[in-house]
């Protein structure tokens, strides 16, 4: 039995170099389809980021420059617009809600006979209204609110559930465009330059579909006459995200609860994998990434399993064979052992001299016994391990880190001079903790010096820390340019190691 191990051993011994190289090609093999497929899903996720942000940068430029038109300052004007007009129609607000929404019902041609009180207001709405459907027809936006100074929505385009509602009322706190009349009138109370006031609600179900609103205060003549509030229907989101979707790969929008604004097919969910939600940054927009690997890869992992297969096969089969050939071989020299002991017991014996030798065969001496490893074979010696010049890139890699992060708020403090917990809460990439009374950013603290970087660092979080600063401040200086080579250095090591 020993004999037959240590043949067996030896046949093994040589498929060893072979084993290892398959076994690393196939590692290789595994690392390039998970690059690939992260690569393309971490594309798509910038990818919807951006065009996110440049969606809400239009829709905030186009309403500002609504916002400040003398058309809608005198159409909510306090004197002659839509807010002494709604005042007019009774003293009961209640009832002057109920005679507008009677009159001008969502999808209904007003009566020809109209309520004695209502001239007033009809006169108004005549001269406004047409001009309001031109002026949103060319925008992103699908509807239009006008609210005065007591919270009242005194116009509406679209003549949703949120015309003629008084949003200062309790049954009307939760609406999302009560939400963000609150915003504007609290930062109203905060603010000398009420033109920088604008106010993005997340992705909330406005009535019977999803949207975001957008609100800011309307200024005529340096006061401030009321509330306009546009509505953006999150079907322009999505078909914005829907130009970047490609095989594999979707983009889904979710709403403030954390639901999907359009349900995904049953027959993609089962085999998609969901990347995120991420965030994007000064909305609080939430999105996820699906992916079906099987797809992105390529069919790389067909060739994967089929090549794990066929090398299963070969070795399997290579150690068949050699353990048949030493069985055989073991099997024919016990054989010729036996029939070699049989014939000699068969000769006559001379004075016991050939009766002895069989016993002398069968039983071989200790110097012949047959070894059960050759003599001059040695085990092959595990590679030791090495810190060469991956190590050194890597603490290159983690003393950039730190440098952006701090070049970063150093740059934002001179320039915007806000600390480290505005840059936190208005970036929205860093959480803020309440240790006892004052805030403390935890997090962020530890990407400031080296000795307390992660081990692990989310390297993600500090690239967009520095874009977010570099494109919140935009005055050119020293420090500006300081930041921007240490973000080039630390791309530069992210290429290194092959993350981007």
């Known amino acids: 039995m020993l004999g037959l191990h240590g043949r067996a051993s030896r046949a093994v011994v040589p498929l060893l170099p072979v084993i290892a190289v398959f076994f690393t090609a196939l590692l290789a093999l595994a690392n390039i389809i998970e690059q690939r497929t992260q690569f393309q899903i971490e594309i798509a996720e910038t990818s919807a980021g951006h065009d996110l942000t440049t969606i ?6 186009q309403s500002a420059a609504f916002a400040s038109t003398s058309f809608i300052g005198y159409s909510i004007g306090r004197y002659y617009g839509f807010a002494p007009a709604y005042a ?15 009159y001008y019902g969502k999808g209904q041609t007003p009566p020809q ?10 006169s108004v709405h005549d001269r406004f209204h047409a001009s309001f459907q031109g002026l949103i027809a060319s925008t992103l936006f699908d509807d239009l609110y006008l609210i005065d100074h007591f919270g009242r929505v005194v116009y509406s385009l679209q003549k949703d559930q949120n015309f003629a509602a008084d949003l200062t009322q309790p049954r009307s706190r939760d609406q999302p465009l009560a939400e963000v009349y609150r915003e504007v009138m609290a930062r109203l109370q905060q603010t000398e330059d009420p033109s920088k006031i604008l106010v993005v609600s997340g992705i ?18 340096g006061s401030v006459e009321g509330i306009v509030a546009f509505r953006l229907p999150a079907s322009a989101l999505s078909e914005r995200l829907a130009a970047l979707q490609r095989p594999g790969v979707r983009i889904m929008l979710l709403d403030s609860k954390g639901t999907p604004v359009q349900a995904t097919p049953v027959a993609d969910s089962v085999r998609e994998a969901t990347y995120g939600p991420s965030i994007l940054p000064e909305t609080g927009w939430h999105y996820l990434i699906l992916a079906d690997r099987s797809a992105l890869d390529g069919g790389l992992w067909l060739w994967f399993i089929f090549l794990c ?7 399997g089969g290579s150690l068949l064979l050699n353990w048949r050939q030493v ?9 010729g052992r036996v029939a070699l002991s049989m014939s000699l017991t068969a000769t006559p014996s001379m004075g016991g001299l050939v009766s002895a030798q069989p016993m002398a065969l069968a039983e071989l001496p200790p110097g012949e016994a047959e070894p059960t490893v050759d003599a001059d074979y040695v085990e092959p010696a595990a590679p030791s391990d090495s810190l060469g010049d ?5 603490e290159g890699y983690r003393r950039s880190l730190v440098e952006v992060m701090t070049l970063a708020l150093d740059y934002w403090q001179k320039t915007k001079h806000k600390g480290k917990i505005e840059l936190a809460e ?32 989310r390297w993600r979080d500090v690239v967009r820390t520095a874009e977010y600063v570099l494109r919140n401040a935009p005055q050119p200086s020293p420090d500006r340019e300081q930041l921007v080579a240490a973000l080039a250095s630390l791309k530069y090591h992210l290429r290194q190691v092959e993350r981007v």
């Open 327 to 335: 069985t055989a071989a073991m099997s024919a020299r016990s054989g």
């Open 113 to 122: 006979e109209m309520p004695p009180s209502l001239p007033a207001y009809a």
């Open 56 to 61: 809400v940068d239009f829709a905030r430029s």
């Open 390 to 394: 991956e190590f050194e890139a890597s």
């Open 204 to 221: 909330k179900r406005i009535e019977e579909t999803y949207g975001v609103l957008l609100a800011r205060p309307v200024i005529q003549h």
């Open 88 to 102: 007019q129609i009774s003293p009961d607000p209640d009832r002057a809600a109920a005679l507008l929404r009677s």
């Open 426 to 457: 208005e970036s929205g990439l860093w959480r803020v903790y309440m240790d006892r009374s004052s805030l403390q950013t935890r997090t962020l603290d530890k990407y400031l010096l080296v000795e307390t970087l992660p081990r692990n660092p």
């Open 309 to 315: 297969l066929l090398g299963a096969g070969g070795i």
